[in-house]
């Protein structure tokens, strides 16, 4: 009767593994797409084709950006993430005695021939477990320097010295490095490791094979842009679109790509989604606590999605009239074909090439000398002083995003400068080189005894004139077309040339308004021009 009772026990939980194993029968998930951010993220189209109802196990789990999870499916399906022991083929990368021999009867001989030889059973030790990080009111424990954000702590320094044997006379410690020769009974069983596994769930109503789709935001895959000007020919340029991709995501075979540029807003993208297993409450926690630095005038803006912003370079006077192109939001997707591209893998290639017109220019800038309160300040931009530029209009049919442009003639390396967010059609400066021929100076005064006092609510100021003047000498034995742009605070009087005037976004409500001057004109060779102008400025 007994015997009876085993062989049903037996019977049973035989069959509720199989149905366990059936449940979650493994099925492979094909990355069809991925859309690649500037600054680390990437859009991610997963499908996995399901054979009806069920609950089946993809291996390759997913790290999601926190909120950017979605399955799509003609029925509903539930995802879960859990835990499952496997077993891997021995490597180098796993080579772990107690764990490859667990269970398994060893002999071992030691480099030192004075050591008997011992054997044994390996032990099979149980996993680590994670400990609590966090208790149940979200408060971080108070553990000082033994405080794992991770949970797990990290293994000690000798985790893996020590093979642990259990002999006939008890538990044996051997130190793995004194081992010469080690001989284990039985077949090779491999490496058993508990590993994620992806879960889905298709609910009942899928009486036939179904497609979910899995899109989410993840780290790891991203794209660097570049372009490459040619001015050899003196009336046409060549421009050159480029890229260099590098995967550190995972393993992608013919996988459709396309190149994001535009500055769209993920607010939580330094956010991993609590669905990973690697997230835990006390991470994520954190990282919702954590506030990501602004991109705003952070000089390696070409990284981000950003154009840095939408006044052309804070450049008044410009043309800013463009091609319509595009609809909805200012994200645009550039797609670059099927690609194969390893893990770990970078590549570099060209998306256009396109002819434009342009025109050689000087443009020569000055910085405000003056804050928001009239109050001389001496602050100096790297941008000012007399540069050489090409200007010309985007020719590609799509917007050119902000990054690093090299002038070229020829074989000719000429310079490297940002390139900012420029429309279809639209007309964009590209700075080469500092203009070393072009001699220039620059001077402002006060006008003496002409200062008034003028209140504005309870605070005092005095409203000062000055007189500035510009100097430029052309050294070149050539005409030089040069574009003069004057910063300065306060209200214009007067100004030779006919200078054309423009408000500056960053003075509309400040005590004194930011104003520039524009002026264009042409300088022939050896010649020098004075350009006076007169403003008034409120300072305290």
């Known amino acids: 009767m007994l015997f009876r009772s085993i062989r049903i026990l037996a019977v049973l939980i035989c069959a509720l593994t199989v149905a366990h194993a059936a449940d979650e029968a493994p099925l492979k998930s094909t990355i069809v797409s991925v859309g690649l951010f500037k600054n680390g993220l990437c859009v991610v189209k997963r499908e996995v084709k399901l054979p009806g109802a069920g609950t089946f196990a993809v291996d390759d789990v997913p790290e999601p950006i926190h909120g950017t999870w979605s399955v799509q499916c003609d029925v509903p399906v539930e995802t879960r993430v859990a835990e499952r022991e496997i077993v891997e083929p021995v490597t180098a990368a796993n080579l772990d005695f107690q764990k490859s021999l667990a269970g398994k009867h060893v002999t071992i001989r030691f480099r030192d021939g004075q050591i008997p030889p011992a054997e044994g059973t390996v032990e099979a030790l149980p996993e680590p477990k994670p400990a609590d990080a966090w208790n149940r009111t979200y408060q971080q424990p108070q553990y000082g320097w033994n405080y794992y954000p991770g949970g797990i ?19 044996v410690y051997i130190d793995s490095g004194m081992i010469a020769y080690l001989n284990a009974d039985g077949k090779d069983q491999g490496v058993k490791t508990r590993k994620p596994v992806l879960l889905l769930t298709a609910a009942k109503e899928a009486d036939k094979p179904v497609t979910a789709t899995i899109t989410y935001l993840s780290k790891g895959l991203a794209w660097a842009p570049n372009y490459r000007i040619d001015i050899s020919d003196p009336k046409q340029l060549s421009i050159e679109q480029a890229a260099v991709i590098k995967n550190e995501l995972t393993s992608l075979e013919n996988t459709e790509m396309q190149l994001i540029s ?70 645009y997707y550039q797609p670059i074909g099927p690609r194969t591209l390893a893990e770990g893998e970078s590549l570099a290639l060209t998306i256009d090439r396109q002819k434009a017109e342009y025109e050689r220019i000087v443009e020569w800038l000055i910085t405000d000398s003056r804050d928001v309160y009239g109050r001389i300040q001496n602050v100096k931009s790297d941008d000012d002083g007399a540069w050489d530029a090409v200007r010309f209009r985007n020719p590609f049919k799509f917007p050119m995003t902000t990054a690093p442009a ?25 700075q080469v080189n500092h203009a070393l021929s072009i001699r220039t100076s620059n001077s402002e005064h006060e006008i003496p005894g002409a200062r008034e006092e003028v209140w504005v609510g309870n605070t005092q100021y005095h409203k000062v004139l000055v007189n500035g003047e510009l100097k430029i000498n052309n050294h070149r034995k050539e005409d030089v077309k040069v574009v003069i742009r004057r910063k300065f605070s306060g209200e214009l009087i007067s100004a030779d040339g006919e200078p054309k005037k423009g408000l500056l976004e960053d003075g509309v409500y400040a005590i004194n308004p930011r104003n520039e001057l524009v002026w264009t004109i042409t300088l022939k060779s050896g010649e020098e021009k004075a350009l006076a102008y007169k403003y008034s400025v409120l300072s305290n």
């Open 262 to 331: 535009g500055y769209p807003s993920v607010q939580v993208g330094h956010v991993t989604s609590p669905l990973s297993l690697r997230t835990t409450w006390a991470q994520y926690f954190q990282q919702v606590r954590e506030q990501p630095q602004s991109n705003e005038g952070n000089p390696g803006i070409y990284m981000n999605q950003q154009s840095v912003s939408n006044g052309v370079g804070n450049r008044s006077g410009m043309d800013l009239s463009a091609v319509p192109a595009g609809e909805g939001v200012d994200v």
């Open 153 to 171: 702590p990290p293994p000690a320094a000798n985790a893996n010295r020590f093979l642990i044997l259990k002999t006939e006379g008890g538990r």
């Open 406 to 430: 090299m002038v070229v003639s020829g074989d000719h390396f000429n310079g490297q400068r940002m390139s900012c967010w420029v429309n279809t059609g639209e007309e964009t400066i590209i």
